[in-house]
Nanobody, 122 residues
Framework: QVQLVESGGGSVQAGGSLRLSCAYSEDKYSTFCLGWFRQAPGKEREGVAHISYTGVTNYANSVKGRFTISKDSAKNTLYLQMISLKPEDTAMYYC????????????????WGQGTRVTVSS
């Protein structure tokens, strides 16, 4: 059982930066995958970035080199640092958790936050 709450979304102009945060429930006896997903109106949910309990990260090709996923285990917080934002990055962003795997891009995420909106203007 994992609870997650996103924050940090907002409106920025193209080329700008934004950092999203996700507070997750503490459970030091369990390990799990953490990830960021996004969904634009009328489009399917897309995996953006993932991080394993060992710190291994994976990124979607569309954001590689621009987005960085990280976590602060002491604060039970997941982050997504986004730079060089583009209008196509506009979407609702969700953090999620699922059973631990060595490669979290393939994890079955079963716990989700409520989402935080990111809008990038031209």
């Amino acid at each position: 059982q994992v609870q997650l709450v996103e924050s940090g979304g907002g409106s920025v102009q193209a080329g700008g930066s934004l950092r999203l945060s996700c507070a997750y429930s503490e459970d030091k006896y369990s390990t799990f995958c953490l990830g960021w997903f996004r969904q634009a109106p009328g489009k399917e949910r897309e995996g953006v970035a993932h991080i394993s309990y060992t710190g291994v990260t994976n990124y979607a090709n569309s954001v590689k080199g621009r987005f960085t996923i990280s976590k602060d285990s002491a604060k039970n917080t997941l982050y997504l640092q986004m730079i060089s934002l583009k209008p196509e990055d506009t979407a609702m962003y969700y953090c999620a958790a699922g059973p631990a795997l060595s490669v979290c891009s393939g994890a079955r995420y079963g716990y989700w936050g409520q989402g935080t909106r990111v809008t990038v203007s031209s």
